[in-house]
């Protein structure tokens, strides 16, 4: 079983930064990939960026270039950096890990909400 906690969210003008941290109870160094989903009011949730446990990353086409997601084992914790916050990327962010060994099992954190507006 893992647990999941977000940090790092709240109010930003457009052109901020913001970092989210997820961090999680266990280990997630070796089996686990982790993603970061967001949903905004009255929208599907959509991926926003992956990291395997060999640190390979893919972004989603929107936020490539203004975030980046990277992972510290030691500290079990996977963080989003958010550049060039635009008022489109207001939303809550909600990290998921995914064991890589069946049955595949994933776990969600509670989200962290993020605003951008002036």
């Known amino acids: 079983q893992v647990q999941l906690v977000e940090s790092g969210g709240g109010l930003v003008q457009p052109g901020g930064s913001l970092r989210l941290s997820c961090a999680a109870s266990?280990?997630?160094?070796?089996?686990?990939?982790i993603n970061w989903y967001r949903q905004a009011p009255e929208k599907q949730r959509e991926f926003v960026a992956l990291?395997?446990?060999?640190?390979?990353?893919n972004y989603a086409d929107s936020v490539k270039g203004r975030f980046t997601i990277s992972r510290d084992n030691a500290k079990n914790t996977v963080y989003l950096q958010m550049n060039s916050l635009r008022p489109e990327d207001t939303a809550v962010y909600t990290c998921?890990?995914?064991?890589?060994?069946?049955?595949?099992?994933?776990?969600w954190g509670q989200g962290t909400q993020v605003t951008v507006s002036s």
């Open positions: 998921n890990a995914v064991n890589t060994i069946p049955p595949f099992r994933d776990y």
């Open positions: 266990g280990s997630i160094s070796s089996r686990y990939y």
């Open positions: 990291i395997t446990s060999e640190s390979i990353t």
